[in-house]
């Protein structure tokens, strides 16, 4: 048992005695506020899973383990649960081919700047059988790679290896340090068994209090008076927002802002950033935005593609201002949108900063004008609203069904269901949907932020375990769901006791292959024989099948009339305990 000694002035950082550095790295976990650690086990890391087996049988604090036999939805699931907490968690795999099968999820991490510490294994050093944790199976030769941490290092904000086992506690204090700092985003560390194996007579576990994150702020004042002149001063002002709701201070400083100078807000809907029944709300990015092209100054909030040059030119007389954590996209090698005032920053600091001083350079002229474009704004963004509402309820009786009257549906859903919460992995279905569901509240609606396929699954399980008292609703194409690996995620949801109702927007067909084929070769040999080669999903799986065969409970809706029926039954079973799938059989596009 390892003995805990409270040192230094503040009594925070903690110094084990007589330990396995496997439970150090445990404690260094607790320690940082890590609740689950998402596990997909290998010959590399049984010293962390004796660890906590150790914890558990002594009664001591341990991190929870969430198992899970493939490492895909491991990474989606701890995204999911720090997008909807705002506290990393961890992942811990199987040296290279673990590290590997992670896959697009280190992408989606990376983009939706996710702060999650991914630990994998390494290939044991040393065959002398003196040394605990050294080589003793073949696969110890084939597993060794030339740079191990080179699978991700595109992907990370930080990699490392634990080299001596006094490091630990510093190590992981610095890999959360590095993770939640702005722009937050995932690491890796690398865990040698030999290191993991080793006993010491003391490790000190320092305090995280000494060690956090850096944060941006508010960012430049005279840069936000500037652009407070800027936007009081414009007869066409437009705010793009993507993930400005992605903290509370974020949801409420955009509407207030919106509110106090009458801006239409148009979103694309990484998170849930703006009321969507507000009369500012002006639609959606890529295809429904209302007035970019009309534009003179653009206020453009955490947004990586604030639109589509080639799709919705922008004036070039417009003033484009970008408030972000990272406004030139460093990481992006070719950005090449125009900002003509970028603003490094937190928005939810800055905007609030930046609506005050927008109110003391108000006059009464300014408000006549202001409020005359709000009521402009209001009747429009009411009628447009109008307009996609009763365009969906024309295909209430549409067999197969059509996407819109499935949004119809998922709205009414939603508003028997306020405690709700989306995670959307619907790709094509996206903006149809964005146009009938409307999130209402902060912290309601959650994509991946980037564009590697088969997080929804994971992150829906994720979320619930970090909101399990909320109703979890995934919504996913049915090519996502194939690669979110179904019967490995809802395995992992019925373990965690985190039930989840994934919807399948199952159109049979990879659609976002479709489109930009059929748009650059519209007269084409695919447009005029029907043959989409590697793109039609035919025969369809039976996903509600599928469902059952992992003890969840799986249903396939044909008919237009029995889609909120079954959303009902379905959410019934959820809220009992049980995951829940939907085959939802739509028109094909």
Known sequence: M?????VG?????????????????????????VSYLFLNPGTDTFPIQEA?????????PTVETVLCPFELP?????????????????????????????????????????????SAGRAPYTTDPAVRGTRDTYIHWLQEQLDQHGIVRNYVKWDYELRRPDQIGEVIARAFQIAESDPPGPVYLTLPREVLMERVDRVLIPDPSRFPPA??????PDLLRRAAEMLVRAERPLV?????GRTRAGWDGLIALAELLALPVVEWRTRANFPADHPLHLGYNYGLEHGLSEADVVLVLDHDVPYIPTRTPLSEQATIIQIDLDPVKERIPLWSFPVDLPIRADTGAALPLLAAAARDLLTESDRRR??????RLAALSNAQRLAWRQQAATYASTRPIALQWLGYCLEEFRRENPDILFIDEAITSQVPLFCQVRTTSFGSWFQSGGSGLGWGIGAAIGAKLATPERLVVGLIGDGSFLFGVPEASLWIAQRAQAPVLLVVLNNACYNATKLPLTAAYPEGYSVRTGQFVGIDLTPTPR???????????GERVEEPDQILPALRRAAARVREGQSAVLDVILARP
């Open 52 to 60: 906590v087996a150790k914890r558990r049988a002594l009664g001591q």
């Open 9 to 33: 002035p503040s009594a925070g950082p903690r110094e084990l005695r007589e330990v396995e550095i496997a439970e150090a790295y445990v404690e260094a976990l607790l320690a940082h506020g």
């Open 2 to 6: 390892a003995e805990e000694v409270r």
């Open 370 to 375: 202001i409020a005359e474009r709000r009521d």
């Open 215 to 220: 944060r941006l702020g508010a960012g430049d």
């Open 240 to 244: 793009l927002a993507a993930a400005s």
């Open 74 to 118: 491991a990474l989606a699931a701890a995204h999911g649960y720090y997008a909807v907490s705002g506290r990393p968690q961890a992942v811990l795999v199987h040296v290279d081919v673990g590290t590997q099968n992670l896959g697009a999820m280190v992408h989606n991490a990376q983009r939706g700047r996710a702060a999650v510490l991914l």
């Open 543 to 553: 996903f509600d099948l599928l469902a059952q065969a992992v003890d969840a409970y």
